[in-house]
């Protein structure tokens, strides 16, 4: 793990922290880079080429603490600041979720102690299973509540032996729910060509090849939503942009 210092244009200073592994599958002449903190990790290079985007949106989640059959898919809810809804874990868990433009001079941090109240209140807009929900939220520690941000490392993603995957390359906002997968498809892509046998710098290119496009449609599909939660006034079709990246994350690797 390497962890670092890093101090936002406003002056704020977060520590950022990235893995860096050798899975057991990957040849011994390979290294990994795994989340976010990739910057001036890359060998070789005092600053690796990075492009970060943070608007003043926050994303907040919270485990729905009852059972709730009805909720057995991801529903989604526009509201005048962003979109609430559900999204399934299991059978019987699944998280209450939220999606905001922050409140004019309010921070896109907030401090863990009465964050319980804060999302119920975030979430009084919204009716049907949301407003039952958000009632039961009422312990602090079980609210998650982080600045979004989109993360596109320009191609490629690797040097010589190192790789960067995941959020490390392409961190995406959660308005398409793709961000897991996609660091999942990166490691099954990977495993794939790595297994062809063929000397690393080929895997890497071939790994690319299959990914960036991929990665860089949801990154950007994701940040248009984005966009237009922060401005109705854009010329951008959240719903059908949406559906575009659906579209794209079901399409065979």
Not at 39 to 55: I, Q
Not at 178 to 192: F, K
Request: proline content about 8%.
């Amino acid at each position: 793990m390497a962890c670092s210092k890093v101090v936002a244009p406003s002056g704020t200073a977060r520590k950022s922290c990235t893995s860096i592994d050798r899975p057991a599958w990957a040849p011994p002449e390979m290294m990994l880079i795994i989340g976010r903190g990739s910057r001036g990790v890359v060998p070789g290079s005092a600053t690796a080429s990075y492009s970060g985007r943070r608007r003043a949106s926050a994303a907040a989640r919270a485990v729905a603490p009852e059972r709730a059959p009805e909720l057995d898919r991801l529903w989604t809810y526009r509201g005048s600041r962003g979109t609430a809804g559900f999204c399934p874990l299991g059978p019987d868990l699944r998280y209450i979720l939220a999606i905001e433009k922050v409140p004019d001079g309010q921070p896109v941090r907030l401090p863990r102690e009465g964050l319980a109240a804060r999302y119920r209140e975030r979430l009084a807009e919204y009716g049907g299973p949301v407003a039952e929900y958000r009632e039961l939220i009422v312990n602090d520690d079980d609210v998650v509540y982080r600045p979004v941000e989109n993360v596109l490392l320009p191609a490629p993603w690797y040097r010589d032996r190192v790789v960067m995957i995941g959020d490390a390359a392409h961190g995406t906002s959660p308005h398409c729910g793709q961000g897991g997968a996609q660091a999942i498809e990166d490691g099954i892509v990977l495993a794939e060509e790595i297994a062809r046998n063929l000397p690393v710098s080929e895997v890497l290119a071939n790994f690319m090849q299959r990914r960036y496009d991929r990665c860089r449609m949801i990154v950007e599909g994701s940040e248009a939503i984005g966009r237009w939660e922060q401005d109705h006034t854009v010329d951008i079709d959240p719903d059908a942009v949406s559906f575009q990246v659906t579209m794209a994350a079901m399409a065979p690797l």
